[in-house]
């Protein structure tokens, strides 16, 4: 049976938000999940602006994340910080777009609005928004089992 894939769509600017992602990344793991972390399996643009130019560093992260976030089944967007990460947004809009079933992961309480999130992120989310690890597992198992119960029913 093939295993759930999920992208981790995440912030990837400071040592914790790095860490912080491989974190949730392990977890996922560890409940059977695929996860592809682009910090981990992707291209890093420092690395590859050595050999190439920064127009095609950009393009070569671009078709990868793309390609990652279309053969994904699921899309775990971090939403920690007052706004969420451009780059989520855009892998967020794309999986919905697809879709996808996205589900948000948000420890932070900050945000530009006096706690409020944006619609558009909400209702990519279908306002699936986890305040945990242990609350996000639950979100994942529900669409899980939906999805197989799709499938059984479809057989």
Known sequence: ??????????????E??????KEVAEY????????FLPQESGYKLAELV???SAIDAHELIFQK??????????????LDGRVPDEGGCV??????AYGKECVGLRTDPRSLI???MNPM?????????AENLDELSNYLDEIVKTKVTENDRQR
């Not at 976030?69 to 967007?77: A, N, W």
């Not at 992120?121 to 928004?129: M, S």
């Open 1 to 14: 049976m093939k295993r759930t894939r999920i992208y981790l769509a995440a912030p990837m600017f400071s």
């Open 16 to 21: 914790a938000e790095l860490s912080f992602n």
């Open 28 to 35: 996922l793991r560890m409940q059977g999940f695929d996860v």
């Open 50 to 52: 050595k050999d190439t």
């Open 65 to 78: 994340d793309w390609r990652e976030v279309k053969e994904c089944d699921i899309l775990v967007f971090i």
């Open 91 to 96: 892998e967020l809009g794309a999986a919905y």
């Open 114 to 116: 006096e706690g409020q």
């Open 121 to 129: 992120i909400l209702g990519c989310l279908k306002f699936r928004v």
